[in-house]
């Protein structure tokens, strides 16, 4: 069966004034599967989200979502998703209850229908006891569950989350990555963005890793390890002696380096491993140990993005 997208977007350009916040951006992501965008501050991710929601009109490029043009079918579009931006959108004057209520009714569910709506969201993401209380009092965990909450009000067939769980404590973050992993699940499909590599990494099954409005990298978290130059093996050699006879066995391997802990070589896959265990054993070396080191997707996001730090830098003056 050929793959069915959610979401398609194709050459989108969106400008302000000097910025260039979306450079030709394109993405997909098929049905009933999660999409991380990943990127440092100022890459575009919200700006991605908002062409995506039909908030922004992009200058140039195309983008459909649940087959709907974002801009010739804007209407369409705003009535299949869903989206949690990055700053909380509740009331603080309203109870939670009242914040999903006007929600359902802003969809038109009408009364009685929002009130069930209501209910069953609360239940589900655990807020029933905080129902009646104002949204104002709540914890920054509970906050991101109600407005997570009131995004699902519509049952919307695709949903954007704009950094769903920056702020968030491990514990809310654990229970907010189980929501999202339970709605796909149900069949939904999910893009979201995230500054965090180990939540792209735990969450989605495919990353589009953007910066400076561009995607620069895209596919499966193991792809993009592969990408970041693949895995290493390394051996603890312990002593001075031994890692001069491990380097003499090695010598002309690809990627040999030594430090004071021992040598690593470029590996190809657990075969790399096998390899240098039998030469080791065949030579009688003893060594304290060999292991193979998968890149992580920090390697990766560090060697695709240069540093981090500057480019934070660049977009807060951008921002200016
Ligand atoms: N309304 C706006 N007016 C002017 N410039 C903007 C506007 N919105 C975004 N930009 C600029 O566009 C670029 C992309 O911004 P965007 O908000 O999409 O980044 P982001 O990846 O979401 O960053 P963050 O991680 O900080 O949320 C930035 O340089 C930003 O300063
Ligand atoms: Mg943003």
Redesign the pocket.
Known sequence: MPTRYAVEAEGLV?R??E????DGLGLTVPEGTIAG?L????????????VLTTL?EPDAGHARVAGRDVVAEAAEVRAVIGLTG?FVALDDNLTARENLELFGRLLKLGRRRSAERADELLSRFDLTDAADRRSGTFSGGMRRRLDLAASLIGRPEVLFL??PT?GLDPRSRAVLWDVVRELRSDGMTILL?T?YLDEADALADRIVV?DH?RVIADGTADDLKDQAGGSVCRIATGTDRIRARVLELLAGRPGLTADADGVAIAATGASTLIEVVRILDGANIPVEDVALRRPTLDDVFFRLTGNPRED?A???E??R
């Open positions: 969106k302000f004034g910025v260039t916040a979306l965008v990127g440092p501050n100022g890459a575009g991710k919200t700006t991605t989200i908002d922004l990055q704009d950094e920056t963005t500054q953007i409005g934070q660049t977009a807060e951008a921002t």
